[in-house]
């Protein structure tokens, strides 16, 4: 049985049930991975997963089950199955949205290239390999390379309704990454890289290999500095990682729940007035575009922050009937998993300088190029307190790269010493883009050996980098 098929067959058990407010979500994912070792393909892995969730709403009480089997017989159990567990579950204020006309077309969004899906086990192994030898050609001091892989992946989806919701969605992508080992007498450091796209570029294999060799000689021979404040930046690569650790945050659900700092705070400045950050859900090509959510509500752009000013909470039809306003079009779900709030394409308009402008300023300054665990990190308060590697800067001139700090403070306190923005984008995919350009940041953060720094947001090529003086 096809998707359609298996979602039509839910409508027909629904009705036949007496069952008015049902929706169903059915995914089909598929993936091939090359692993690289020795200049040889070491392992080929394929799968494939399939399955069908679905969702009862019976008095007000939400029901969920899944299945992987779609069959008429397996649907029509699993459908009971949803409507028994519904019984089980406290009234809420969750409803089914209706069909709505949706503006945008899937294709303009460029979620899915058919050249992808065309890449075969001796496409990936040769980007693989080419990759491995560009490593072991770019430094003699490699000593191995324990992971390297490629892999492309495929991923279609099916969400239908009793109120009308048919909608199908499908993307895919090509990816690889690659982590090295360098020594240099007693010395030793790691380096890493990885490549996400929805293009084919048979040139990208030679670029992650001689990338993910560069980023452990440079850190080769780093150490620690003494205790002080000064700025910091924040790569492309780890402010949005940062941002990703407190933007829950921002969820209704949060708030409704007292876990959330913005509770209350709407329409207040909560960051410096140069920041504004964007949802857009219709980038094309984005790793989190959509044209509707998992509850079938039509999404559009929507400003967070505007100017420094908090402007929205996001929200899914539950949390955001409670709050007595429109779902903004923020509902995720997996074929086995309930409803939950999510976010699309974060994006921080880019600045004028590169990262060597942001480096430049007239303080010492931190410029951090990998985050170490987040278990000092509270989401709820805004503390952080994580271990960093990076480059210590003065007078705009590298001095020395560094590890075994930590840099402290806290993520609220970040937004409102933002101090100017880098110019380019990171360029790789992930589930929830964070498109966020270095940063420059003043006074905030401390740092220490494996204790704490002064931040600084910036942005440059890439994503959001952070600079605290």
Known sequence: MDFQQAGLEVIHAAKKEGLDHVDALIERTEELEVQIRDNKVEKVEQSTSLGLGIRVLNQGRSGFASTEKLDPQTIEKTLLKARSNSEFQDPTDVFMPDKTTVSLDENQLQLYQEELNQLNVEDLSGLGLEAEAA???????????????????????????????????????????????????????????????????????????????????????????????????????????????????????????????????????????????????????????RTVDDEGVPTEPLKLIDSGRFSQFLYHVEPASKDGVSSTGHAARNYDSGISTTTHNLVVKTGEKNLQDLCSIPEECLLVTQLEGAAGCNPISGDISIGVQGFHYKNGRRVQPV???????????????????????QPNLSSSLFLFPRKLRSNFLKWRKRFAISSIFSKSDGCLRKIVT
Not at 183 to 188: K, S, V
Not at 254 to 266: I, V, W
Not at 403 to 423: K, V
């Open 135 to 289: 490593a072991r050609e770019t430094d003699t001091r490699l000593t191995s390379i324990p992971y390297l892989g490629v892999s492309r992946s495929q991923t279609e989806r099916v969400l239908v309704s009793t109120h009308g919701v048919e909608h199908s969605e499908r993307s895919n992508q090509v990816g690889a990454y690659c982590g090295t080992l360098l020594e240099d007498g007693d010395l030793r450091k790691s380096g890493f890289e990885f490549w996400s796209q929805r293009k084919w570029d048979p040139e990208a294999g030679r670029k992650l290999g001689v990338r993910a060799v560069e980023k452990a000689v440079e850190l080769l021979g780093a150490s620690s500095i003494e205790s002080k404040k000064l700025p910091v930046i924040l790569d492309e690569y780890c402010a949005p990682r940062l941002l990703g650790m407190y933007f829950r945050a921002f969820y209704g659900e949060a708030a409704q729940k007292g876990s959330s700092r913005l509770k209350g705070k709407l329409n207040e400045t909560i960051a410096v007035d140069s920041l504004t950050l964007l949802d857009d859900p219709h980038l094309p090509g984005g790793g989190a575009s």
């Open 403 to 425: 590890d075994s700090i930590t840099i402290a403070g806290n993520f609220f306190d970040l937004l409102l010493n933002i101090r100017e923005y880098g110019n380019q984008y």
